[in-house]
């Protein structure tokens, strides 16, 4: 019998969502929604990294659900949503303003987070009008716009052609992950965790990457190796944080800092000591402070502002 997806106990199993639902892209594909939280809280929609799922906010969720209403959902082919054929930044944005319109009213706005991939959503959305309409402010957590596998640090060798050639085909192999084992877990931890990560983010972010399908985890590797989101940095205008770890070896913490000087209305960015690329796991209290302090500021105030 194979073991779940997730972990099932402790703080980093995912809670039962209150609703669920599935969004319809613009090319057709089905996208897995979870809603937690009250119906009229304050709304957080949470966009999960390359090879992860709803599960990986479990801590986020948990924390925020009493007093927001936090929507999480599952990329294409990733968690509980099937595979699509597209596999594109286009997509990612198309499948981010379904979700925005399937689960907000008109004109209702959210603070939007994004972890690696699901960053990089949020700068694919950034000149949607949907995205516009809905969102109040971002948060990056440990990603980039460009550069991804030139920049990499997951091969302890200096920068250059061949490391970079030997990390894409790393990160791109086509080579299934297997079941989850100690050596599984020294890998996993090398290359996406800080040094001093616990066993127990450890093994939560393991099952969660291990569950990917390989074809998947591919096929997305592709469009992360031919990232170039650069130019819509510039348009994702609403108040945005930054977060990033100084021991990521998937996207260094040089992109947090690029980010930051290069969004227009950047309000924060964040350097975690010692954290490695998993922040929202390795780092569960600093991310959802992040978000606390993001919808009291903004949020709030644009709901307020609705307020005859």
């Known amino acids: 019998m ?4 997730h972990v099932t106990s402790g703080p980093y199993a995912p809670p039962a969502a209150r609703r669920e639902l599935v969004a319809v892209s613009a090319d057709g594909a089905r996208l897995h929604v979870e809603v937690h939280g009250d119906e009229g809280a304050p709304p957080v929609v949470l966009s999960h990294g390359w090879t992860c799922s709803t599960a990986f906010w479990a801590a986020q969720i948990r924390a925020l659900a009493a007093t927001h209403r936090v929507v999480a959902y599952d990329q294409r082919g990733h968690g509980r949503s099937p595979a699509a054929r597209e596999h594109s930044t286009t997509a990612l944005a198309d499948d981010l303003v379904a979700v925005l319109g399937a689960t907000l009213a008109p004109g209702e706005r959210a603070v939007v987070a994004g972890h690696s991939m699901g960053g990089m959503t949020i700068m694919a959305a950034a000149a949607r009008p949907e995205f516009t309409e809905h969102a109040a402010a971002a948060l990056l957590c440990s990603t980039g716009s460009s ?4 920049q990499a640090r997951v091969l302890p060798v200096r920068a250059g052609r061949a490391r970079t ?3 894409g085909a790393f990160l791109g192999s086509r080579a299934p992950l297997g079941p ?12 996406t965790m800080g040094p001093g990560s616990a066993p127990d983010k450890v093994e939560a972010c393991a ?3 291990h569950a990917c399908p390989t074809g998947v985890r591919h096929a997305w590797s592709r469009v992360l190796s031919g990232l170039d989101l650069d130019a819509d940095v510039a348009r994702l ?3 945005t944080t930054v977060i990033g770890g100084t021991a990521d070896r998937l996207t260094p913490i040089v992109h947090a800092r690029g980010l930051a000087a290069a969004l227009p209305n950047c309000v924060g960015l964040t350097e975690l000591t010692g954290i490695g690329h998993m922040t929202p796991v390795e780092a569960p209290e ?9 919808t009291a ?11 005859p």
């Open 180 to 191: 989850v084992t100690p050596v599984a877990r020294s890998i996993l931890k090398y290359a």
């Open 2 to 5: 194979s073991r779940p997806a």
């Open 286 to 294: 600093a991310v959802t402070r992040a978000l606390c302090e993001l």
């Open 237 to 239: 205008t609403v108040p």
């Open 297 to 307: 500021h903004y949020l709030d105030t644009t709901e307020k502002e609705k307020t």
């Open 207 to 209: 099952r969660i990457v």
């Open 165 to 167: 050639r030997v990390t």
């Open 147 to 150: 550069a991804l596998v030139a």
